[in-house]
């Protein structure tokens, strides 16, 4: 048995401790340096695979009214009302966007109708407030009154948003108002030719007369 003296006892301990100490510190390093290798390797693959990239799912809207190419259309989720009027190819030179959200967040399923400008039997634009900031948006369930077509002011290109109105019921529906005088109430519009029972259904809820 070796006898050593306090001071010997010490410096023994004191050792030790720094040689843990110091072995502590290499086995960390290495640890560290095999996760960075690891995250670097894992972000690399992602990089250089885009297949393997998470994407956001898509939406799918429906734009119409005074836009170039009315349709369906695949936008990203951070979309715009702005983008979706951009991909339908901006809008026409008779679009009032005036009356739009431009801003507001599309979503997915939503029915996006561009207002057109209206003019009085002058010719002269009518600026009306008659819609919301939301004015023209609408989602797969039924428009708000506040963004309903008034079908006794609508001229035949606004009325044509609707559907099945195409520009030859949107005329009858301009000359029966001409010969008729105003529509009374909604169910007055099935006096006009053409517009039955099933095609009233399909706009009623999209439609008003004041």
Same mark, same amino acid.
């Given at each position: ?49 885009? $297949?393997?990239? *998470?994407?956001?799912?898509?939406? *799918? ?8 190419? %009315? ?5 990203? %989720? ?35 109708i561009? %207002? ?6 002058a ?11 939301? $004015? ?12 309903? +077509? ?5 001229? $035949?290109? +606004? ?7 195409? %520009?030859?019921?949107?005329?009858? *529906? +301009?000359?029966?108002r ?10 007055d ?22």
């Open positions: 048995m070796f006898n050593f003296s306090n001071q010997e006892k010490i410096t023994i301990i004191l050792l030790l401790v720094l040689i843990i100490i110091g072995v502590g510190i290499v086995l960390n390093k290495s640890i560290n340096r095999e996760d960075n290798f690891i995250v670097n390797s894992a972000s690399d693959i992602t990089e250089n695979n885009p $297949a393997m990239q *998470i994407e956001a799912p898509s939406v *799918i809207i429906h734009i119409a009214g005074a836009v170039k190419n %009315p349709g369906v259309y695949q936008l990203k %989720p951070t979309d715009r009302i702005v983008d979706a009027v951009k991909i339908a190819g901006g809008a026409t030179e008779e679009a009032n966007l005036d009356l739009i959200n431009l801003a507001a967040l599309i979503k997915d399923g939503q029915k996006i561009v %207002p057109y400008k209206i003019y009085n039997d010719g002269k634009e009518i600026n009306t407030n008659r819609y919301n900031n939301e $004015a023209s948006v609408y989602s797969s369930s039924a428009a708000s009154t506040s963004s309903k +077509i008034n079908i006794n002011t609508a001229n $035949a290109t +606004i009325l044509q948003t609707l559907s099945g109105i195409g %520009p030859v019921l949107s005329e009858r *529906i +301009i000359e029966y001409n010969q008729n005088g105003l529509f009374g109430v909604i169910d519009i099935k006096d006009v030719s053409g517009i039955g029972e099933k095609k009233f259904e399909g706009i009623k809820d999209l439609i008003c007369v004041q």
